[in-house]
């Protein structure tokens, strides 16, 4: 069983930055992918950024040259730096970690979610 916490959200005005983080508790692994999925208002969440243990990254295209991730293997912690913040990345930002067990079925454990607001 994994546990996550996300913390950093807060009210930002355009082209600010934030750096938002996430503790994970239980039994972490390399093979293990952690990210973070947003949920802006009325939408679906969807994926922004993962790294696994090796530090192979992906992120979304429309974030990737604002949004950078990070990750401590040996503090089981997970981050986000946003910077440029526009008001279109207002969103509840929740942390995630995703792997496949033995019979290649996908895990997810999900973070309580941390909200950004963008606003003037």
């Known amino acids: 069983q994994v546990t996550l916490a996300e913390s950093g959200g807060g009210l930002v005005q355009p082209g600010g930055s934030l750096r938002l983080a996430c503790a994970a508790s239980?039994?972490?692994?390399?093979?293990?992918?952690m990210g973070w999925y947003r949920q802006p208002p009325g939408l679906q969440r969807e994926l922004v950024a993962q790294i696994d243990g090796a530090g192979r990254t992906w992120l979304e295209s429309s974030v990737k040259d604002r949004f950078t991730i990070s990750r401590d293997n040996a503090k089981n912690t997970v981050s986000l730096q946003i910077n440029s913040l526009k008001p279109e990345d207002t969103a509840v930002y929740y942390c995630?970690?995703?792997?496949?067990?033995?019979?290649?079925?996908?895990?997810?454990?999900w973070g309580q979610g941390t909200q950004v607001t963008v606003s003037s």
């Open positions: 995630n970690v995703w792997r496949k067990d033995i019979g290649g079925s996908n895990i997810n454990y």
């Open positions: 239980g039994n972490i692994v390399s093979t293990d992918w």
